[in-house]
């Protein structure tokens, strides 16, 4: 008879919904169900359910030559994954996790993959960036994709943070085409959510809305998640900044009724941005500023450069940018999508010339021509990523 309990690989790999299943097929007092229930409260940002869990976890049976390794290992796992939910992170405990001798594949790579959370909640976004690198691989070999495709989109969000000038787009978009491949329409959603952002960062705001709303699509399955309700929140936000007010507050209404504290905090980040006074009021306010993620910190603080682009883009450069994000195209195919059953090449061209001339001035240095083709720079940037620990060498 097949064996249909989930291992620890398994379960790692799972989405709330899939773990909120496989949870129940596993022994009530094993290790790997009091740590399933654990990140299944971890999932749904439910503190007491997490301090219930930790309490799973060190009661646990396991065999005894077994004990001290991957029991201390879940609890320290877990005590982390805690403090980065209550905003409570100690350096110290970060170095001591990643200082502890873990032989199981699994529980290292889940060790390094909760560190660079962790150093990311710090601001550490450099060392957040080398241990989803570290993790990324470790995760693959054990056949976790989505894992280690998690890993990869969080590796460029540390990426945006240390070179908020550069242009991730179809960075972006690649995670999307491979969590499309895989079926998981959660991390296609987040990455549609960040092609928005990276949208907004040039002004091409109805473009962002677009691609928000994808990811709203994509993730309603996980509505209730705190990942959900950063679509809305960011949809409320692009929808004031199109000055489609009425819109925007259904979305800000509709982000009151959530749970998290997180999301809250957030919330009267957005409604503050609408008055200069009332930004300073909540940036001086230290507990509503230290429950917020990194990206509505630094929406707070206005150091996100791409709040500051004051970047009106026309529909049909929007949709140029929009048709070039996806992959490189000759400027017939730009012509053909721009102009679809409108006849005069020669005047089509020059509109063409006119457009792609106003987006240069706009966005110096975004589009580049390469073999014909136009795209957005910084285009193979992924493909760099394994060159890091090379160029890294000391």
């Known amino acids: ?16 919904s899939s773990l909120f299943e496989a949870r129940t097929c596993l022994p009530n007092d094993s290790l790997l169900r009091a740590y399933a229930e654990f990140l299944y409260a971890y999932m749904k940002v439910d503190t007491l359910g997490m301090r219930q869990s930790l309490s799973m976890i060190a009661e646990s049976k396991v065999e005894e030559s077994d004990q001290i390794s991957e029991q201390t290992i879940a609890l320290a796992v877990a005590d982390l994954r805690l403090a980065i939910r209550t905003q409570t992170i100690e350096r110290e405990s970060i170095d001591q ?4 001798e873990i032989k199981d594949p699994a529980w290292r790579a889940e060790v390094i993959g909760v ?12 060392k957040s960036q080398d241990h989803y690198q570290l993790a990324m691989p470790l995760f693959e070999e054990l056949g976790a994709r989505r894992k280690s495709l998690r890993c990869l989109m969080n590796y460029f969000v540390a990426e945006s943070r240390i070179h908020p000038e550069k242009n991730l787009l179809v960075d972006y978009l690649h995670i999307a085409q491979r969590a ?12 549609q959510l960040h092609i928005s ?9 109805a473009v962002a809305l677009e691609h928000c709303d994808q990811a709203i699509e994509l993730m309603k399955e996980e509505s209730g998640s705190i990942h959900f309700d950063h679509a809305i929140l960011h949809r409320a936000q692009l929808l004031l900044d199109l000055n489609r007010h009425h819109e925007a507050m259904i979305e800000i209404e509709r982000a009151r009724t959530s749970g998290f504290t997180e999301t809250q905090s957030a919330l009267k980040v957005l409604e503050g941005l609408a008055s200069e006074q009332a930004r300073v009021a909540i940036g001086q306010n230290e507990n509503v500023a230290k429950l917020l993620s990194p990206m509505w910190r630094e929406r707070l603080e206005g ?5 500051n682009l004051a970047i009106n883009l026309t529909p049909s450069e929007s949709q140029v940018l929009n ?6 195209r000759d400027k017939f195919e730009i012509i053909s999508y721009l102009y679809s059953g409108e006849s005069g090449s020669e005047l089509l061209e020059d509109r063409l010339k006119n457009i792609l001339m106003r987006l240069r001035k706009k966005l110096p240095g975004f589009i580049l021509v390469d073999q014909g083709k136009y795209r ?3 285009e193979v940037f992924h493909r760099r990523i394994n060159d890091r620990d090379t160029q890294r060498q000391p």
Do not use: V, Y
């Open 323 to 328: 048709f070039i994000t996806e992959k490189p």
């Open 197 to 205: 952002r990276e949208h907004k960062k040039t002004g091409a705001l």
């Open 97 to 100: 996790l990643l200082h502890l």
């Open 180 to 191: 499309a491949s895989i079926n998981d329409n959660e991390i296609a959603g987040l990455a």
């Open 115 to 126: 560190a660079a959370m962790a150093f990311s909640k710090l601001g550490e976004n450099a």
């Open 1 to 16: 008879m097949q064996n249909n309990t989930p291992t620890l690989t398994a379960i790692l790999d799972m989405n709330s």
């Open 303 to 307: 150091n996100n450069k791409g709040q």
């Open 376 to 378: 957005i720079a910084d």
